[in-house]
């Protein structure tokens, strides 16, 4: 199963949502990599680096644009779940790692909400559905809402304008919370850590994101 998690807006937690969502996957036994699609920040792959040797292992590897496809299904031989970690940019890199996904995530933060950016990875994520629904490809996109509080005007706003787009909206929302920063300098997901309320959100978007791995086929 390939699973990218993936927007062309900056800073919306792809890295924090992929890396979470590799932890709690193999947390439930399942062999998991990342495949780092950003080469010049490396986010994934020097958070791997900081994992300690005894928890669940996550393979991570860098992948550059024009190896995402090849690589994500090579993988596909190995690992049970491959998560894309996607980058910014518009372009090539974007379109191969739609492209390669069985499944695409796409983080929200209701303060950084960008049409234009957001309406731009549509275009493409609707190109991409063209192709596949064409071959009987089972292919589906779901936004996360990240950094929701659910109390701003801002993100009952957001809510507002996702319901009209072609994508379905997870039932599972983010927090801003501080287990969320830390887990760039511990090598930790948040099922790893104390704090209740984020390992709680991590457990129940896995568990959410399995039942729609489930339903892919039906
Ligand atoms: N739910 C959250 N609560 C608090 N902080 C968060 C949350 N999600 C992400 N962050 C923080 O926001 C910053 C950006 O997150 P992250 O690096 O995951 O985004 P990204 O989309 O991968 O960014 P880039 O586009 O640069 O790759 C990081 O400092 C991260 O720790
Ligand atoms: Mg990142």
Redesign the pocket.
């Known amino acids: 199963m390939i699973i990218s998690?993936t927007?062309l807006?900056?800073?919306?937690?792809?890295?924090?949502?992929?890396?979470n969502l590799a932890v709690w996957f193999a947390h439930q036994g399942k062999r998991v990599c990342i495949l780092d699609t950003?080469m010049e920040?490396r986010?994934s792959m020097r958070w791997a680096g900081l994992r300690g040797s005894t928890l669940p292992y996550i393979a991570v590897f860098g992948v550059e644009s024009d190896q995402i496809i090849r690589t994500s299904a090579k993988q596909a031989e190995d690992y049970d779940i491959i998560i894309i970690?996607?980058?910014?940019q518009l372009g090539k890199t974007a379109l191969a790692t739609v492209m390669a996904s069985d499944m695409v995530l796409v983080?929200i933060?209701p303060s950084a909400f960008d049409m234009w950016s957001f309406e731009n990875f549509l275009n493409r994520y609707q190109e991409v559905k063209e192709v596949k629904t064409a071959k009987d490809i089972p292919f589906k996109a779901y936004i996360i809402l990240?950094?929701?509080t659910g109390k701003t005007n801002l993100d009952k706003n957001v809510l507002d304008v996702i319901q009209d787009f072609d994508m379905g909206v997870l039932e599972t929302k983010?927090?801003?919370?501080?287990?969320?920063?830390?887990?760039?300098i511990t090598g930790l997901g948040v099922v790893e850590m104390k704090e209740k309320k984020?390992k709680a959100e991590i457990e129940q978007l896995g568990e959410e994101v399995l039942t729609k791995i489930k339903n892919l086929h039906s």
């Open positions: 998690v927007n807006k900056g800073g919306v937690g792809k890295s924090t949502i992929s890396q950003d920040q986010t970690d996607g980058t910014p983080p933060t990240n950094k929701f983010i927090g801003d919370r501080v287990a969320y920063r830390e887990c760039p984020s």
